[in-house]
C-alpha cells in the first residue's frame, strides 16, 4: 500500500491548456510484437505524458462531464463516454488552431457500429493527415506502454511492481488518485497502468496476426477499446498487453483517455 494521497496534493506538473504542448511526449516509432505475437509497425508520433484531467477538461468544454464521480483539479477526467472523448480532441485542437483529426456528425447513425445496446451510435471518422489532438490507436497506447523502443518487457507500464507506478485496487483507496504521481515509464509517460482505462480509436476485435503499418483497427465492431485496467481493479487488467472493449456510448467512474498527435 502506497501512502494515502491528500485531495490537495497537486500533481507534480499539472495538466493545463498552458501547460499541455509541454507533456506531449515523442515517441519514435518503430515495430513491436503487439499482444507478445502479433507484429505492428508505427510511424514516430506524440502520447500525452498523463491522462486528460479534470482541469483540462473544464478549460475546454467549460464544465465537469456528466456525473464525474471523483472531484480533483488533478485527477483523471471520468464518466467521459468515447464520444465524449473525439469530440473533446476536436474542441481542443480548435482552441490551439490546429486542424481536428475528427469529422463527427451526432445526427447520422454510424453503419460501422454494430451494437444492439449503444444509443449514441454517432458518424466518426477520422481525417487522414490531420494533426490535430485525437485518442491513440490500440498499437499506439501499447507501444507506448511498453516504453516503445526502450522497452525492458515489463509485465506492467515502466515496472514488473504495479505498486511502482500505478493505483489498483490494493493501493487507491477505492478511488482516482491524481496524475503523476506514481513513477514514470521508461519514456516518461505517467499513468498508463492503473488509475482509469483509457479509451482507444479502434473497434475490439480479434487481431488478423498479420504485419501491419498504423493499423486504426476493424472497419466496424459493436466496442471500442479501452487498455490500462483502473483504481478498481486488480493487477491483471493492468497489464500492457491486456485487451478490452466497453461499448462507446456508456460511462465508466473508472474510464478517461489520453491524447494522441500525429507527426
Known amino acids: ?9 497537486v500533481a507534480m506538473n499539472p495538466l493545463s491548456l498552458t501547460t499541455l504542448a509541454h507533456h506531449m511526449v515523442p515517441v519514435e516509432g518503430g515495430t513491436f510484437q503487439m499482444d507478445e505475437d502479433y ?8 502520447l500525452c505524458r498523463y491522462p486528460v484531467t479534470q482541469t483540462l477538461w473544464r478549460e475546454v468544454m467549460g464544465a465537469d462531464p456528466e456525473g464525474l464521480y471523483f472531484t480533483g483539479t488533478d485527477r483523471p477526467v471520468e464518466r467521459v463516454h468515447w464520444y465524449d472523448a473525439v469530440t473533446f480532441c476536436n474542441r481542443l485542437s480548435e482552441a490551439c488552431g490546429l486542424d481536428p483529426a475528427y469529422i463527427i ?9 454494430k451494437s444492439k445496446y449503444d444509443d449514441l451510435k454517432w458518424s466518426v471518422s477520422l481525417v487522414a493527415g490531420a494533426r490535430g489532438y485525437r485518442l491513440p490507436t490500440e498499437a499506439e497506447w501499447e507501444y507506448a506502454a511498453r516504453g516503445g523502443k526502450c522497452s525492458q518487457g515489463f509485465e506492467y507500464s515502466g515496472s514488473a511492481d504495479l505498486d511502482e507506478i500505478g493505483w489498483y485496487d ?8 491524481p496524475t503523476g504521481l506514481k513513477a514514470p515509464n521508461a519514456l516518461g509517460l505517467c499513468d498508463l ?63 478517461g483517455f489520453r491524447l494522441a498527435r500525429s507527426l
Open 39 to 46: 507484429p505492428v509497425t508505427l510511424s514516430d508520433y506524440l
Open 1 to 9: 500500500m502506497g501512502e494515502r494521497v491528500s485531495d490537495n496534493m
Open 170 to 177: 490494493d493501493n487507491s483507496y477505492g478511488e482516482t488518485q
Open 105 to 113: 456528425d451526432p445526427d447520422t447513425p454510424d453503419p460501422h457500429n
Open 193 to 255: 497502468s492503473g488509475n482509469v482505462w483509457e479509451w482507444c480509436y479502434d473497434w475490439y476485435d480479434s487481431f488478423s496476426f498479420a504485419p501491419q503499418s498504423n493499423p486504426v483497427g476493424p472497419y466496424h465492431g459493436e466496442n471500442r477499446v479501452r487498455r490500462g485496467g483502473s483504481w478498481s481493479r486488480v493487477p491483471v487488467y493492468a497489464r500492457v498487453s491486456r485487451r478490452y472493449g466497453w461499448l462507446p456510448g456508456r460511462r465508466s467512474l473508472n474510464l
